[in-house]
Nanobody
Framework: QVQLVESGGGLVQPGGSLRLSCVAS????????MGWYRQAPGKERELVAS???????DYADSVKGRFTISRDNAKNTVYLQMNNLKREDTAVYYC?????????????WGQGTQVTVSS
C-alpha cells in the first residue's frame, strides 16, 4: 500500500507559478513510477506529466515547456513545477503512483489539490 498526500495548490493569477508536492509513504518510493493528473469540472481526468523510476519524463502537449515534473527519492516526494499558468490549467491535480509486478499493476491516488488560475 502507498499513501499519497498532495500539497501546494491554491489561487494564482494567469502567468503565475505554483509548485505542487506529493509525499508518499507506506512502500519503497523509488520503485514506483509517478505521475500528476488533473480533472477540470465536467471533464475527464487527464495525464499532465509522468516520471519513471529511471527519471524519464513525459508531458501532455498542453503543458510542455511550462510544467516540470521531478522526484526526490530521499524525500519520497514528487514535484510539479508549474510556470506561466493559464486559466485552462484550473483543475484538481492528483498524484499517482504505479508499478507492475509480474502481471499485476498497482495504482495509487492521492486525494487531490485544487489549482485555480484566475485574475
Amino acid at each position: 500500500q502507498v499513501q499519497l498526500v498532495e500539497s501546494g495548490g491554491g489561487l494564482v493569477q494567469p502567468g503565475g507559478s505554483l509548485r505542487l508536492s506529493c509525499v508518499a509513504s507506506g512502500s519503497i518510493f523509488s520503485m514506483y513510477h509517478m505521475g500528476w493528473y488533473r480533472q477540470a469540472p465536467g471533464k475527464e481526468r487527464e495525464l499532465v506529466a509522468s516520471i519513471t523510476t529511471g527519471d524519464d519524463t513525459d508531458y501532455a502537449d498542453s503543458v510542455k515547456g511550462r510544467f516540470t515534473i521531478s522526484r526526490d527519492n530521499a524525500k519520497n516526494t514528487v514535484y510539479l513545477q508549474m510556470n506561466n499558468l493559464k486559466r485552462e490549467d484550473t483543475a484538481v491535480y492528483y498524484c499517482n503512483a504505479n508499478r507492475v509486478v509480474t502481471i499485476v499493476k498497482y495504482v495509487y491516488w492521492g486525494q487531490g489539490t485544487q489549482v485555480t488560475v484566475s485574475s
